[in-house]
């Protein structure tokens, strides 16, 4: 609790955070403040019902799966069992079959871990040390030593720090599918109750990328009756690995002595799966190992070197790092198998529409011909359009506009310091604070929930050392 001198000597208050986006990122940080005890008003600011979900855990498909096994999903970095204890407390939600692997994995559908996380909140929620606040922030300006936050109800929250919270925007529309912007047949939004119902089984289908959105996507297309084949584009034609078999720990090492080059990464990389294969150790440990150390690793290695990764190596570290549950990997391999799901390794050249339906040309890898399909239906699987972030979301350009925020070097997401602050154009700017996959331009590998989990812990702690004490300000 601080006195507000600004009013009167009687106005005792606690200083007021505001969280500007309530999915898994938002609702970590609220949950760590609160857990910690924050002598603060904590205020989410989400549009939708619930907090935790966000984009990856309000679909309610069964099939849309868990990618990671439950004993590496937690809110407590602390103790990585606890979304597995959990799934097996009274609480238990109802798990489809077949959930468990042979290995004792569960790779539970990522509705159930929304529950969790919903779950874990609810508490503070009827508490009130957390407030769901069901708006969009519409403007964050800067007011004094804090900021004001207005709202799509008109609404201005005068808070003492904002949490920016609002990772993934839609896909950008690849400028070869521009003729097609407000065609019917392109969907653009695959998330959601309705997004994939516009999809009857006689349409024929073409996705375009080949991700674990895409993965979403055949794992729903394939239960239909009758289905048609579904062709899937993306330009390497790889997918996402299935996890490896249980196995012991590498001694894989890339932190000690980091390299300070991509392709030095690259060669310590596959030095250590070869050295590993010889023990009986498969890359996904070494893989996981990275994946760890990441934080270290990025730090060692300077913008150039950063920007040489993203460019020649990103779509190998997607594929192995992203991984897909073993359900979703052996539907995939069905379909393909009963030609159900054919997938093309080419480059798109672009789409009309002609009488009978969409005409998609692509010109497979190596080859010097183009080729057309005609679908019925073009769905984007491309993956949210970071590096557009800020133009697309009302909040940041406002804050962008006072100079306040800008894009990492990097396009990932937003410039962040290694405290969380944002980095405006004076540098880092006091109690603005970037949580979730938009910092991961500084962080490195910030996408997954164990590293977004790391990321939300430390935010709280420097979002507590950083506000008014009330002896400091008595
Ligand atoms: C499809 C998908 C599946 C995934 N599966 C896994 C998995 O199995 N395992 C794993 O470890 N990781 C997984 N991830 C990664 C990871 O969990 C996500 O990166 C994480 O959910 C990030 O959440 P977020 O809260 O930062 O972003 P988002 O989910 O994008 O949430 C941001 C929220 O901000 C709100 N918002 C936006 N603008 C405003 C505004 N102006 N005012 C108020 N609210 C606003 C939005 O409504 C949204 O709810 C997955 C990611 C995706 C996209």
Same mark, same amino acid.
């Given at each position: 609790?601080?006195?507000?001198?600004?009013?009167?000597?009687?106005?005792?208050?606690?200083?007021?955070?505001?969280?500007?986006?309530?999915?898994?990122? $938002?609702?970590?940080?609220?949950?760590?403040?609160?857990?910690?005890?924050?002598?603060?008003?904590?205020?989410?600011?989400?549009?939708?019902?619930?907090?935790?979900?966000?984009?990856?855990?309000?679909?309610?498909?069964?099939?849309?799966?868990?990618?990671?096994?439950?004993?590496?999903?937690?809110?407590?970095?602390?103790?990585?069992?606890?979304?597995?204890?959990?799934?097996?407390?009274?609480?238990?939600?109802?798990?489809?079959?077949?959930?468990?692997?042979?290995?004792?994995?569960?790779?539970?559908?990522?509705?159930?871990? @929304?529950?969790?996380?919903?779950?874990?909140?609810?508490?503070?929620?009827?508490?009130?040390?957390?407030?769901?606040?069901?708006?969009?922030?519409?403007?964050?300006?800067?007011?004094?030593?804090?900021?004001?936050?207005?709202?799509?109800?008109?609404?201005?929250?005068?808070?003492? +720090?904002?949490?920016?919270?609002?990772?993934?925007?839609?896909?950008?529309?690849?400028?070869?599918? #521009?003729?097609?912007?407000?065609?019917? $047949?392109?969907?653009?939004?695959?998330?959601?109750?309705?997004?994939?119902?516009?999809?009857?089984?006689?349409?024929?289908?073409?996705?375009?990328?080949?991700?674990?959105?895409?993965?979403?996507?055949?794992?729903?297309?394939?239960?239909?009756?009758?289905? +048609?084949?579904?062709?899937?584009?993306?330009?390497?034609?790889?997918?996402?690995?299935?996890?490896? &078999?249980?196995?012991?720990?590498?001694?894989?090492?890339?932190?000690?002595?980091?390299?300070?080059?991509?392709?030095?990464?690259?060669?310590?990389?596959?030095?250590?799966?070869?050295?590993?294969?010889?023990? @009986?150790?498969?890359?996904?440990?070494?893989?996981?190992?990275?994946? /760890?150390?990441? &934080?270290?690793?990025?730090?060692?290695?300077?913008?150039? !070197?950063?920007?040489?990764?993203?460019?020649?190596?990103?779509?190998?570290?997607?594929?192995?790092?992203?991984?897909?549950?073993?359900?979703?990997?052996?539907?995939?391999?069905?379909? !393909?198998? #009963?030609?159900? /799901?054919?997938?093309?390794?080419?480059?798109?050249?672009?789409?009309?529409?002609?009488?009978?339906?969409?005409?998609?040309?692509?010109?497979?890898?190596?080859?010097?011909?183009?080729?057309?399909?005609?679908?019925?239906?073009?769905?984007?699987?491309?993956?949210?359009?970071?590096?557009?972030?800020?133009?697309?979301?009302?909040?940041?350009?406002?804050?962008?506009?006072? @100079?306040?925020?800008?894009?990492?070097?990097?396009?990932?997401?937003?410039?962040?310091?290694?405290?969380?602050?944002?980095?405006?154009?004076?540098?880092?700017?006091?109690?603005?604070?970037?949580?979730?996959?938009?910092?991961?331009?500084?962080?490195?590998?910030?996408?997954?929930?164990?590293?977004?989990?790391?990321?939300?812990?430390?935010?709280?702690?420097?979002?507590?050392?950083?506000?008014?004490?009330?002896?400091?300000?008595?």
């Amino acid at each position: 609790m601080y006195l507000d001198r600004t009013k009167t000597q009687l106005v005792c208050r606690h200083p007021t955070i505001a969280i500007i986006g309530g999915g898994y990122s $938002g609702a970590a940080v609220a949950l760590h403040l609160a857990h910690r005890g924050a002598a603060a008003r904590v205020i989410v600011y989400e549009p939708r019902a619930e907090l935790g979900r966000g984009l990856a855990y309000s679909t309610s498909d069964p099939d849309h799966r868990l990618n990671v096994p439950d004993s590496k999903m937690t809110l407590f970095s602390h103790d990585p069992l606890h979304f597995r204890h959990w799934l097996s407390s009274a609480d238990l939600p109802r798990l489809p079959a077949g959930s468990a692997t042979l290995a004792g994995d569960i790779f539970a559908p990522r509705a159930v871990f @929304g529950q969790y996380v919903a779950a874990a909140l609810a508490p503070l929620l009827a508490a009130g040390r957390i407030e769901h606040c069901r708006a969009s922030a519409t403007s964050i300006r800067k007011q004094g030593a804090g900021f004001a936050v207005r709202d799509d109800r008109g609404q201005v929250q005068k808070v003492e +720090a904002v949490v920016l919270a609002v990772s993934h925007p839609p896909p950008a529309l690849p400028p070869e599918l #521009r003729a097609l912007a407000d065609d019917p $047949g392109l969907i653009t939004h695959t998330a959601g109750e309705a997004a994939l119902a516009g999809l009857a089984p006689q349409d024929r289908v073409l996705i375009v990328g080949s991700g674990l959105t895409s993965a979403d996507v055949l794992a729903t297309l394939m239960r239909q009756e009758g289905r +048609a084949p579904v062709h899937v584009l993306s330009r390497h034609g790889w997918r996402s690995q299935p996890h490896g &078999p249980k196995q012991a720990e590498t001694s894989a090492d890339f932190a000690a002595e980091p390299a300070s080059t991509a392709l030095a990464l690259l060669r310590k990389v596959r030095a250590a799966v070869r050295a590993e294969a010889a023990r @009986g150790i498969t890359w996904h440990a070494v893989f996981d190992r990275l994946r /760890a150390q990441g &934080p270290a690793i990025w730090a060692a290695l300077p913008l150039p !070197e950063r920007q040489r990764f993203l460019r020649h190596l990103r779509a190998l570290w997607d594929i192995h790092r992203f991984r897909i549950a073993p359900q979703t990997h052996a539907t995939l391999c069905e379909a !393909e198998r #009963r030609k159900r /799901a054919v997938f093309h390794a080419a480059r798109l050249l672009g789409a009309e529409r002609q009488a009978g339906g969409l005409l998609v040309t692509i010109r497979p890898r190596g080859a010097r011909l183009w080729q057309s399909l005609t679908v019925d239906k073009v769905v984007l699987a491309t993956g949210p359009a970071h590096a557009q972030v800020i133009a697309g979301n009302p909040a940041l350009a406002a804050l962008a506009g006072q @100079g306040l925020v800008q894009p990492d070097p990097l396009k990932l997401g937003l410039a962040t310091a290694p405290d969380g602050r944002a980095i405006g154009q004076a540098g880092p700017v006091d109690g603005l604070f970037v949580a979730g996959p938009l910092a991961r331009g500084t962080v490195g590998e910030l996408m997954g929930v164990p590293e977004v989990t790391a990321w939300a812990e430390h935010v709280a702690g420097q979002i507590l050392a950083s506000l008014p004490s009330p002896a400091t300000q008595g």
